[in-house]
């Protein structure tokens, strides 16, 4: 299934959920559990399946999430999908396992978004039991999101509504506890009916205020297509996870104004790949890509036309290589601003490191599937710099590293390698040989250790080195992550700025 592109494409896409049930799925689920049952199935209320919350959730929730980009289709080698279901946590009232029906996060970094809560198709919108409201608990129109208010407050309600508050208070809070990270919307459903809580902290912390207007009721499937623009506003994946979709650069002003951009930044897709048939030896190709970071935090992404760039094998070509990625990412930059009428400037590393709110939402590098990533280079337009920042180090040659009693490895590295991947080789000046520098880049970040090494886009328990997955054995001093790794308080270079 393809990406749905904006709101009337949602619509339709809702549109053809109902009727394909209606007209395809029931008359074949009633029909076989007719055939299978030692008794015809029994018709409650005019419908074949008001009992049964797996049909609800797998012919029209599936339908609605996947419509608004939730995928749980995507292809293996993709990455893990961004809608995962019957997540496991621990609960964070008795510690036990819990599986939420949905969890949705952001792809590039697992950061929670969404969870999801699925009722039974019989399942009534919440009534008070209290006087005033009449013997059966009658709701006033248009006042079910104040009745759910209400119970977040401690009010009881008819029926299980107040359990299942309580449910979505203690998943919430244990997703919370988990990253330390609060999901960004909880939803409860049963297929008809839709509840939305915009902003689960106030909802469901203990200082929250509970606050009507966060809470969306959607009391039909009329009502869920009568106000789509809402549901694909403020529940679509794009809108939740506040990074859009890659745009190219003539759609980037349909998105934003100029004066919306904070910050900008060069990126690469980098590609590594291991070729051979008596020897693999690596193989990176990257393609030049902006970021665009609004000042209301969304990240939106601007590819143009692919265009490819072998990493040379010949290091005589090495700095044509990284002059033209530098054209490919300046009328990348160039073409953004033409359609803005701006000129815009990109930002650098350092600064996008110093903000922890920012780099929460996007990290330096991100693997987005097996050997591809997402890296940010800032102001700069490589992960490799042209030349060493300090020049005449001895270390990029593994023979002096031994004289000097700190050569890593037993061996120099004087083929291009995979195991460990290095691209760069012995005497080359993007290589280094120094086995300090190697132990620290492959020390696993560890809790605890934030302050001491500054922000890392590995989660816990990987390499310090930001371009380790794909590079180990590069000069630090020829890396665009020197900025950041050398602020670090535990990560100190043998050799020194001049």
């Known amino acids: 299934m393809s990406r749905v592109r904006n709101a009337y494409e949602f619509l339709r896409r809702l549109r053809a959920i109902a009727v394909d049930y209606e007209l395809l799925f029931r008359p074949s689920i009633e029909s076989i559990r007719d055939q299978f049952s030692s008794a015809p199935f029994a018709v409650v209320s005019g419908t074949g399946d008001e009992s049964l919350e797996a049909h609800s959730r797998a012919y029209f929730v599936n339908g609605l999430l996947a419509a608004l980009n939730w995928r749980l289709d995507a292809k293996p080698e993709e990455g893990l999908p961004n809608l995962f279901p019957e997540a496991p946590v621990a609960s964070s009232q008795t510690g036990r396992r819990r599986f939420l029906d949905y969890l949705g996060f952001e792809r590039m970094t697992t950061r929670p978004l969404l969870v999801v809560e699925t009722k039974r198709p019989a399942a009534q919108l919440p009534r008070l039991a209290q006087e005033g409201y009449g013997s059966f608990g009658r709701v006033v129109p248009g006042s079910i999101a104040e009745v759910i208010s209400l119970a977040l407050k401690g009010e009881s309600l008819m029926g299980p509504w107040n359990t299942w508050l309580g449910d979505l208070k203690d998943y919430v809070l244990s997703v919370d506890s988990l990253g330390g990270t609060m999901p960004a919307r909880v939803v409860i459903t049963n297929g008809s009916w839709l509840v939305l809580f915009v902003d689960p902290a106030d909802a469901f912390l203990p200082n929250g205020s509970r606050n009507v207007d966060c809470i969306m009721v959607f009391d039909s499937r009329d009502t869920l297509e009568e106000r789509y623009i809402d549901i694909y506003k403020f529940l679509s994946h794009a809108a939740v996870s506040k990074v859009i979709p890659p745009l190219s650069p003539g759609q980037v002003a349909l ?19 291991e070729k051979g048939i008596f020897q693999l030896s690596p193989i990176v190709t990257v393609a030049p890509i902006l970021y665009l970071q609004t000042r209301f935090q969304v990240w939106i992404r601007v590819e143009a036309q692919p265009s490819e760039y072998d990493l040379p094998r010949d290091p005589d070509g090495l700095q044509d290589h990284l002059a033209a990625v530098r054209a490919g990412a300046e009328e990348l930059l160039a073409a953004v601003n033409r359609c803005l009428g701006a000129a815009i400037r990109p930002t650098s590393l350092a600064q996008h490191y110093a903000d922890e709110e920012s780099f929460d939402v996007m990290k330096g ?50 083929v291009r390698s995979v195991s460990p991947r290095s691209f760069f080789i012995s005497g080359e000046v993007h290589h280094c040989a120094h086995r300090d520098v190697a132990s620290v880049k492959e020390t696993p970040v560890l809790p605890g250790q934030g302050r001491r090494r500054g922000l890392r886009s590995i989660q816990e328990g990987g390499p310090f080195c930001e371009i380790w997955p794909f590079e180990e054995h590069l000069c630090c001093r020829t890396c665009a992550f020197e900025e950041v790794c050398t602020q670090s308080e535990a990560f100190q270079l043998p050799c020194r700025r001049p």
């Open 365 to 414: 590098i991100v693997e987005v599937k097996k050997d591809s990533f997402i890296v940010l280079t800032g102001d700069k337009t490589h992960y490799l710099l042209p030349e060493p920042s300090v020049p005449d180090c001895p270390f990029h040659k593994w023979n002096l590293a031994r004289e000097a009693g700190v050569s890593a490895g037993r061996v120099p590295l004087l």
């Open 255 to 273: 998105y934003v104004s100029a004066s919306d951009i904070a910050r900008t930044f060069h990126g690469l897709y980098v590609r590594y790949f």
